[in-house]
């Protein structure tokens, strides 16, 4: 069996060698180049927090619990990646048994109304549990957390002590392990007021200027 | 003994056979393995083909509507992935693609089809966020290339795949593993999956190709079994084709015209012959349309012959006449006998026509010559009997004449000569019809003998020497001079006298008074001639062609003197005999000249071997030979 398949050989060539072994060199550096554009632009994190002190923002109007522990999620409606931070906030407030104070921050630019946001995104935000969606009109809570990406979520003590503060996907629009997620699911177990950080990936949430 | 020798040899060759056969098989098979892959895997080529530009767009989709745009505050533009999908997955594409169309069914085509696949795979993984569901498509894509049957594509998929983890857990481990320190080996853990999923299509592929290669071995021996049925068959056919065209010559140029009729006595078959008898088709014959032809005087015999034969499956002969296209009467002689192929098959007859006309005519003409036969013996009998009798009174006469048997008046002298005269006339005529019936049935035998020409033929002047003075015809003789003047040939003794005596009589006969009459010898190296030619007399053309013909009696001959028109047919009877030529020549000029030539072959040393040549016999004696004309 072995000697008759090495006896079938099929190698019809109807094409130059020279030119084709130029034409693979090509599509290795093509790819090559492409996978690194793609993962550039994954795994390049966004500008993370701009909030100095690490504590409940001062002139806030979000409502901060005296009891348990709060979490802010920061999302920009029309990114993409906001899904897959959606997603990931909703498995980690599964899997950190709730008990939780969570809100999820919808920016809206100021000439734009409610509609402005998508139906999907609002469709994944209620599917969190226990979550609060809010319509930050102006984007003036944005500001005031220092949320510079889409995806930024801050954990609060109930002493207003901000314990972690960064992304919680492994990429952008990625789902799936990741330091952040991790971190945080360790934080919401924990009675220990440790801080923790983690790269944010998502679109910016406003023009850089 | 033999028999089981023959049997061991019957057996070598039978396994020699199948060994030739095996063998054959195997190499065909392996053409048709081949043929099957190489027609798989241009299948497949073009099923990944369609595949890889559907994987393609759906990603250009999957882009559009799950990251259509990249956003900053209220501002946007085209997402990244957008450009990615189009133009990396181009990219990815566009080498199988390519393979595909220039090189279908090559193996490097195959290969780099299992990269891109997985390629695009990973590009679709990327575009869904890495999702786990679109993880399955890289054990679906390997259950596609497993398509090809070929486990060294699943190997290079795997590899694209093992790569891929390996290279990123190294170098991009957030990319893939989603934490930050380098996973090298984690690798492992992905690929094994692949791995074991390869497990199973790698075996698949094993399978399929031995069944294949089964099959093609099945098939093979069905194509070698078939291609000798069907060499058999061609032998067959041309041998049947060759008895056909065996059949067809032998009806067409048989002697006889062959037909064949069935159990009822229809003809079903005539031979082309049929034609040639009757002129008419062949198609003419068919069923009963033979039975047409049978002359009327026949039809009722014939039919009655043939019906009884038919109906108690007798042999069938029968002679009866036919009338053809032109109307002319043929005899034909019909013979047909049963028979059966198989026990199963009706019993037909087969039998042959033949023209038996010729043989008729033969038959008749056998029976005239038998007739003629019988009436020149009963002549020649008469003639003998007729003579001894006219002997006989012709001595009685002479006796008379003689006065031996007393004195007898002047008057009845005169009439006792005149009955000699007549009686002598009578026997010579008589014994005229004896040497013909002698020289045509060759019942007697000549003497041959060496004699001198010259000597004879004076001989024979002086015989008529006489009569020639009465008529006052002039006689003249010349010998020619010839080499040692020597005018011997060799013939009879009696038939030579008789030959010139006849010849000198006929020109007596028709050479006026005043006329003419020159006897002359002459010769060559091998002939020696006697011409005698008369003045006075001119034979025509026509007359003289019929000159030698017995009882033949031209007009002139017959105003001259009345005669039996024997004589010149004796001459050319005596000519015959001794192989020799005689020819007559006539002019009309000065009055007329007839001249008479036999020319004979000189003296032969008589002896055996020259004169058997000619169908003479040695004698005993030294220089005479016997002459049989029948011989």
Redesign the interface.
Known sequence: MRRLLKTVSLEPCNINKYWLGVFIFIWLIAIGLGAYIAFDHAWTPGESTRLKEKCWPQFSNLKQSQKNKTLVLFVHPKCPCTNSSLIELRNLIEKSKGGHNTKIVFFVPGDFGDEWIEEDKINLANAVPGAEIVYDHDGKEMRTFGAATSGQLYIFASDKKMLYSGGITPGRGHIGTNPGFDNCLEILASNDNQYGTAPVFGCPMEQPK | MNSSSNSRLSFLEDTAQLNLLDRRSVIKA?KL??NQ??KI?RNCDVLFGGLLITEWLAAILVAML???????????NT???V??AI??GL??I??PL??II???????TRHFVAAGQM?MTS?LI?LT???IETHFLVFATLAFLSFYRDWKVLVTGTIIVAVDHWV?GAY?P??I????PPQTWRFLEHSFWVLFGDIFFVNWCLMT??EM?EMAKKHARMENTKELIESEVAERTAEVKAEKERFRLLCSFAPVTIFEANEKGDWTFIGQRWSELTGLAVESALNNGWQNLIHLEDKAIVLRSWAASISKGENWDCEFRIRDLDGKIKWVRGEAMQCQADIESQPIFIGSLMDVSVLKLSENTSKKMVLIAQKEDFLATLSHDLKNPIIGTNRILELIINGKMGPISKELNTIMIKLRESNASLLRMIQNLISIYRYDTGADYLNFENVDLVQYARAAIADITLLANDKEVELHFKVQNVLDENYTVTADRNSLIRLLSNLLDNALKFTPSKGSITVSISGTAHTRSVEITNTGSYIDDDSRKRLFSRFYQGEEGKKYVPGTGLGLYICSQIVRAHNAEISCESSPDRGGETRFSVSFESEKKVGSSSLEQLGVQSSTQHDKVHYSPGK
């Open positions: 392996q393995l081949k892959l190489e895997y799950w990251s259509p745009k990249a956003w900053a505050g209220i501002y946007s997402h990244v992935h450009y990615l133009w990396l990219a990815i566009s080498l390519l393979l220039k090189m279908p069914g090559a193996a490097m390629l590009i990327h966020g890495g999702r990123r991009f957030q990319s593993y989603g934490v930050s190709r031995k290669w």
